[in-house]
C-alpha cells in the first residue's frame, strides 16, 4: 500500500490571487490610499531628501480625458514614482487650464453669449462654474489611472491668486521691456471672433482659387527701359504676381521683387490687340509663360531685380500706384518671382511695408479692409469693370474670392486662374480656416529687448529627451514672429494695463497700478478689473486714460505657471526652474515654447532644466483616433475591462518617443504580459510560505551558490532597470522586466529551485537559503513594478512576509541585494557554459519527449564529453548539475571518452550528450528516476535522498 507523502512537502501557499482582477480590486486600494493620505505620508517621509520637480502642464478643463491624456498622466507618474524610490523628495501637483474660448462656447450654447442673457460678470461666473464641473470629472479619471499627487490641492489658471499672480507675470515682462502694441497682422479666427497666438494653428488641405494677375507699369517704356528694350508702338508692359489669396488684392499696396533675383523681359499674350511684355523671374519663365498659353519664350532682355526698384505699376482694378519694392523673402521657387504685398495680411508683407513706409502712407482700412468676421468693410470701394461696378463692401473674403477674379478677369489683366489644393492654416478649435488681419493688438515683442537671442541660448542649456527636440523647438524660436498675447473676448484674464487716450502710450505708473490690480485680483477675481472704476487708482487723470479690455492669450495663462505655480508654491515643495517639463511632442509650439518665452523674459532663464516630449496614441495601422474609424481606444473602457494597470503597463512599453500603437489586439497582448510578471511574483510568495524574515533570512554570504547567483542577477537586473529609469526609457524598464520573469526566474531559477523548496526540510539550509534569495528578488521586484504597475505592487507588498513599511513608495531601492563574490565554485563563464549546456540538453530531449521516448525531462539521464577546460570549471559542481540541469542523472566524462552515439552539444563547442531514458524506478515523492528507490524498507517507493529528508537530517545541497 502507497504512503501519501503530500504532508511531507512544502508546496506554495499565498493568499496572493493568480487572477488579477484588477477592475474590481483597484478601486477598493485607490480608496485606501485617499483615506489614508498617501500622497501626504510619501511627502512627509522624503522630507529632507534631493528635490525632484516635475512640473505639470495643465491639460483644458473640458471634456472626458482621452487616451492622449492617460498616455501623459501615466508617463508623469512614472517618473515622479521612480524618483521617490531613487531616493528624491518628488512633489507633484497636478493643474488645470481654464481660461479660453472653448469653455465660452459651451457657456454660451447653455445660456447664450454675453449681452444676450446675461452680463459680462454672471458669464465669467457660468464659465467659472462649468470649468469647475469638467475639473472634477477629470480628476476622478486621473486618479482612477493610479496617479499619485496633491489632488487636493491642485492648481487651476482660475482661482484668484493664479489669476494675480498672471497679472504679476505680465507686469514684470512689461518692466523688462518686452511688451510692444501694434496693427501687425496676426492669425484671426472668423469664428472666435479673435486673434490666435501661433499654437493655436493646425494646418489642414484647402482648395484655394489660383491665379496670376498683371500690374500694369505706369510708364511702360521706362519699365522696358531697365532690361534695354525699347519700342515705338503704343504696348503694355506689366509685371504678374501669382496668388492664391485674391481676397487681399484690395488692399495690395505694393509688388516685392527679389534684390538678387535675375529678372527676364519676355514677349507675352497680346491683350486688346497689344503687345504685351512681361517681367518674370528668369526661373520661373517657362512655366509662368505655360500658364498664360504661350508655347515659346521669347527673351527680350534681363536685369536684377534690384534695378527695378521704385518703378510704378497700376493697381489691378483700384486707381492706386504701386510701387515696386525689394524683400528678401521673394523667392524664384513658384508663381512668378513678384509678389503682391498687403501688410495688412502677411506678416513678411508687413516688415517689408513698414520699411518702405507703406504702414504709414495708407488709412488703417486701406491695410485692412476686412472686419472681425470676415466682411469688407462699409467703405470698401467697388472694383470698376467694363459691365459696371461690382460691390465687395459687407461680402465675406471666402466669397469675394470668385468675385475678385471674375472682375480681374472682365478688366483683361487676369492672365490665368485655377485651383490648388494646399496646406493652409486652420483654427484648432473651429477647423476652420483663418486670415491674417492687421488689428490692435498687444505682442511680446521677439526682438526689442532681446527675447530671441536669449531664448535660443536658453535652449541649449536644457537636456531634451529626445534630445532632436533641441533643434525642433530653436527652429520654431528663431522663425517666430512676434508673440500676440491679446484676445478679444469675456473668459480671461484681462491685460490690466491703462493707456493713454491720445497718445495710446501705457502710464508711466504701470508696474504700481499692475500691482494694486493684482491684489484687488487676489481678492476678487478677474471681475475686480472689469468693475475696476479708472479713479480709484488714477485719481484725476483717469479722464485721460482707458482701460485695456482685452484678455490675455490663454498660452500666456499656461505659460506663466513657473511664476504663478513654481514660485508661488514653494513653501509646498515646488521650486523653479522645474527639473522636467513632461508633454506631448505639439507642446514645442505650445506649452514648452510659451513656458520658455515668458521664463527668459521675466528670468533670464528658461523655466526648466529637462524637457521630454512623447507621441501621439495611434491605432494598430499607424491612423489617428477618429470615432468615424471607429478606432478610438477609451482609456474609462480599458480600466473598466482590463484594470488600471494593463494600461499603465501599455503606456510603459510604447516607445513614447514615436507615435504609439494601441488597439484592443495590442491591450490583449499586453494584459497577457501582465500576468506573466504577476504570475512570476505570486509563484515567490508562494514559496516564501511560513518564512518570517526576522528569524530564517540568510545572508548572502551563506546561501547556497545558485542563490547567491540568482541574488547577484537581480542586483545587475536593477543596476539596469534604474538606469532605464533615470533616462526616462520606460520601455527598457518593461523589456528587463519581461525578460527577467521570463528566463532568469521563470526559465530558471525558479524552476531549478522547485525541487528543493518542495522537498527538503522546512528548515534546511538549503531551502531557507532559497527562500532567502526569492524574499530579495520579491522585495526588489515589488519595487522595480511600482512606478508602472502600481496597484499590483501594493497589492504584492501587502503580502510579502515579515515586518516592513506600511506603503512600497516609503522605501527606495531594494539595498538588499549583492552582486556575486568573487571565489565562489564557479565563474560568471563557467556558469554562462553550464547554461549553455542546459539549453543543449534540453534541445536534445525535446524530440525524446515528442517522440515518446520520455515525459518529462526527469525521466532522462545524461552523460556529457567536454574539452578539459569546461570539464575542469565544471567539475566542483558535478555532483549537483542534475538538479541545474532537471534530469535524473547527470555524468561528466573527457572528451577522449565520447561514444560514436554522443551528439554535439548545440551552441557549445568542445561538447558532445548523450540522453538515455532513464530505467531506474522512479521516486514518488520528487519523482526523480533513482536507482536506490525500494533500498529502503520503510519508504520502498522513496529514493535515498527523500528517505533522508522525510526520517533523516535532510540531504546536504551545496550548489543548485
Not at 278 to 299: D, M, P, S, T
Request: charged letters at 25%; proline letters at 5%; glycine letters at 8%.
Amino acid at each position: 500500500m502507497s504512503i501519501d507523502y503530500k504532508s511531507t512537502l512544502s508546496l506554495p501557499d499565498t493568499a496572493f490571487p493568480m487572477r488579477g482582477d484588477l477592475p474590481k480590486r483597484e478601486p477598493a486600494m485607490l480608496q485606501r490610499w485617499q483615506d489614508g493620505r498617501l500622497y501626504e505620508q510619501v511627502r512627509a517621509r522624503a522630507a529632507g531628501r534631493p528635490r525632484f520637480v516635475l512640473h505639470d502642464g495643465p491639460p483644458y478643463a473640458n471634456g472626458n480625458i482621452h487616451i492622449g491624456h492617460a498616455v501623459n498622466k501615466v508617463l508623469k507618474d512614472i517618473v515622479v514614482k521612480s524618483k521617490l524610490l531613487s531616493g528624491f523628495d518628488a512633489p507633484y501637483v497636478p493643474g488645470w487650464d481654464c481660461h479660453g474660448l472653448p469653455i465660452e462656447l459651451a457657456v454660451e450654447k447653455t445660456f447664450g453669449k454675453v449681452g444676450d442673457k446675461l452680463d459680462a460678470a454672471t458669464f465669467r461666473q457660468r464659465c467659472r462654474e462649468y470649468a469647475a464641473e469638467q475639473i472634477a470629472g477629470q480628476s476622478r479619471d486621473f486618479q482612477r489611472l493610479g496617479v499619485l499627487g496633491d489632488w487636493g490641492h491642485p492648481y487651476r489658471t482660475m482661482d484668484f491668486r493664479f489669476e494675480a499672480d498672471m497679472v504679476r507675470a505680465l507686469a514684470k515682462i512689461v518692466e523688462r521691456g518686452h511688451l510692444l502694441r501694434g496693427a501687425k497682422p496676426v492669425h484671426w479666427c472668423f469664428d472666435c471672433g479673435s486673434a490666435l497666438a501661433e499654437a493655436e494653428i493646425e494646418y489642414a488641405d484647402k482648395t484655394s482659387p489660383m491665379v496670376d494677375v498683371a500690374y500694369d507699369a505706369k510708364d511702360p517704356r521706362a519699365l522696358a527701359a531697365k532690361f534695354g528694350v525699347s519700342f515705338d508702338e503704343d504696348a503694355i508692359v506689366a509685371v504678374p504676381i501669382w496668388t492664391t489669396t485674391p481676397w487681399t488684392l484690395p488692399a495690395s499696396l505694393a509688388v516685392t521683387l527679389g534684390p538678387e533675383l535675375g529678372y527676364a523681359l519676355v514677349e507675352g499674350p497680346a491683350r486688346d490687340g497689344k503687345r504685351l511684355l512681361l517681367v518674370l523671374a528668369e526661373a520661373l519663365v517657362e512655366k509662368a509663360l505655360a500658364r498664360f498659353g504661350v508655347a515659346e519664350a521669347k527673351v527680350l532682355g534681363r536685369t536684377e531685380g534690384r534695378a527695378l526698384e521704385g518703378i510704378k505699376l497700376a493697381h489691378p482694378f483700384y486707381d492706386r500706384e504701386i510701387p515696386l519694392i525689394l524683400g528678401e523673402h521673394v523667392t524664384a521657387d513658384e508663381g512668378t518671382g513678384a509678389v503682391h504685398t498687403a501688410p495688412g495680411h502677411g506678416q513678411e508683407d508687413f516688415a517689408v511695408g513698414k520699411r518702405y513706409g507703406l504702414t504709414d502712407h495708407y488709412s488703417a482700412a486701406q491695410i485692412n479692409p476686412v472686419d472681425g468676421k470676415g466682411l469688407y468693410l462699409p467703405g470698401t470701394p467697388p472694383i470698376a469693370t467694363p459691365e459696371g461696378e461690382v460691390a465687395i463692401a459687407g461680402t465675406h473674403l471666402w466669397k469675394a474670392n470668385d468675385v475678385i477674379v471674375a472682375a480681374l478677369a472682365a478688366r483683361g489683366v487676369l492672365l490665368s486662374s485655377g485651383k490648388l489644393q494646399h496646406s493652409y492654416p486652420h483654427c484648432w478649435r473651429h477647423k476652420t480656416p483663418v486670415a491674417f488681419r492687421a488689428t490692435p493688438q498687444w505682442f511680446i515683442s521677439m526682438t526689442q529687448a532681446n527675447l530671441r537671442a536669449d531664448a535660443l541660448a536658453a535652449i541649449k542649456g536644457v537636456a531634451w529627451f529626445p534630445d532632436w527636440g533641441e533643434a525642433r523647438i530653436s527652429a520654431m524660436v528663431d522663425g517666430r514672429p512676434d508673440w500676440c498675447i491679446s484676445r478679444q473676448r469675456t473668459w480671461g484674464v484681462p491685460i490690466a494695463l491703462f493707456t493713454h487716450r491720445l497718445t495710446g502710450e501705457i502710464h508711466p505708473r504701470t508696474a504700481e497700478l499692475m500691482a494694486a490690480v493684482a491684489a484687488k485680483i487676489e481678492r476678487g477675481g478677474v471681475d475686480a478689473w472689469f468693475a475696476l472704476d479708472a479713479a480709484e487708482l488714477l485719481g484725476a487723470e483717469a479722464g485721460d486714460y482707458e482701460k485695456v479690455t482685452d484678455i490675455l492669450d490663454v498660452w500666456f495663462d499656461s505659460g506663466v505657471t513657473h511664476e504663478a505655480v513654481l514660485a508661488a508654491r514653494a513653501d509646498e515643495g515646488l521650486a523653479k526652474p522645474a527639473d522636467l517639463y513632461l508633454e506631448g511632442s505639439d507642446q514645442h509650439r505650445g506649452w514648452f515654447q510659451s513656458s520658455l518665452l515668458t521664463g527668459v523674459a521675466i528670468d533670464g532663464a528658461a523655466p526648466y532644466r529637462q524637457v521630454l516630449t512623447h507621441g501621439f496614441a495611434v491605432d494598430a495601422q499607424g491612423r489617428k483616433m477618429s470615432k468615424s474609424l471607429g478606432n478610438v481606444v477609451e482609456p474609462q473602457k480599458v480600466i473598466d475591462q482590463l484594470g488600471a494597470d494593463v494600461l499603465r503597463l501599455w503606456i510603459a512599453s510604447a516607445d513614447y518617443r514615436n507615435e504609439m500603437s494601441v488597439s484592443d489586439d495590442i491591450l490583449k497582448r499586453t494584459a497577457d504580459a501582465y500576468r506573466r510578471i504577476r504570475n512570476t511574483a505570486r509563484f515567490l510568495l508562494g514559496n516564501l510560505a511560513g518564512f518570517d524574515p526576522a528569524a530564517h533570512l540568510l545572508p548572502n554570504s551563506a546561501l547556497l551558490w545558485l542563490d547567491a547567483q540568482a541574488v547577484a542577477r537581480a542586483f545587475d537586473v536593477q543596476a539596469e532597470i534604474t538606469a532605464a529609469y533615470a533616462r526616462y526609457d520606460f520601455a527598457a524598464v518593461v523589456a528587463a522586466l519581461q525578460n527577467y520573469c521570463t528566463n532568469d526566474l521563470g526559465a530558471l531559477y525558479l524552476d531549478v529551485t522547485k525541487d528543493r523548496l518542495y522537498t527538503m526540510p522546512v528548515d534546511s539550509r538549503g531551502r531557507r537559503s532559497a527562500q532567502s534569495a526569492m524574499f530579495r528578488i520579491a522585495h526588489a521586484l515589488t519595487r522595480w513594478i511600482a512606478p508602472i504597475l502600481s496597484f499590483t505592487a501594493d497589492e504584492l507588498w501587502q503580502h510579502l512576509p515579515g515586518a516592513r513599511e506600511a506603503h512600497v513608495l516609503f522605501t527606495t531601492w531594494s539595498g538588499d541585494l549583492d552582486p556575486l563574490p568573487e571565489g565562489g565554485v564557479l565563474s560568471r563563464e563557467g556558469f554562462a557554459r553550464a547554461l549553455a549546456l542546459r539549453e543543449a540538453v534540453a534541445k536534445l530531449l525535446e524530440p525524446m519527449r515528442a517522440g515518446g521516448a520520455i515525459g518529462a525531462s526527469l525521466e532522462a539521464e545524461v552523460d556529457l564529453y567536454l574539452d578539459d577546460a569546461t570539464l575542469a570549471a565544471l567539475a566542483p559542481v558535478a555532483d549537483e548539475l542534475r538538479f541545474l540541469f532537471i534530469v535524473s542523472g547527470l555524468r561528466l566524462h573527457p572528451l577522449a571518452a565520447k561514444p560514436v552515439d554522443a551528439l554535439p552539444a548545440e551552441g557549445v563547442a568542445g561538447a558532445f550528450i548523450r540522453a538515455l531514458a532513464s530505467s531506474s524506478p522512479k521516486c514518488v515523492r520528487c519523482w526523480h528516476h533513482r536507482a536506490d528507490v525500494g533500498a529502503h524498507a520503510e519508504h520502498p517507493e522513496l529514493c535515498g535522498r527523500c528517505v533522508d529528508n522525510v526520517d533523516g537530517a535532510g540531504e546536504n545541497r551545496r550548489h543548485f
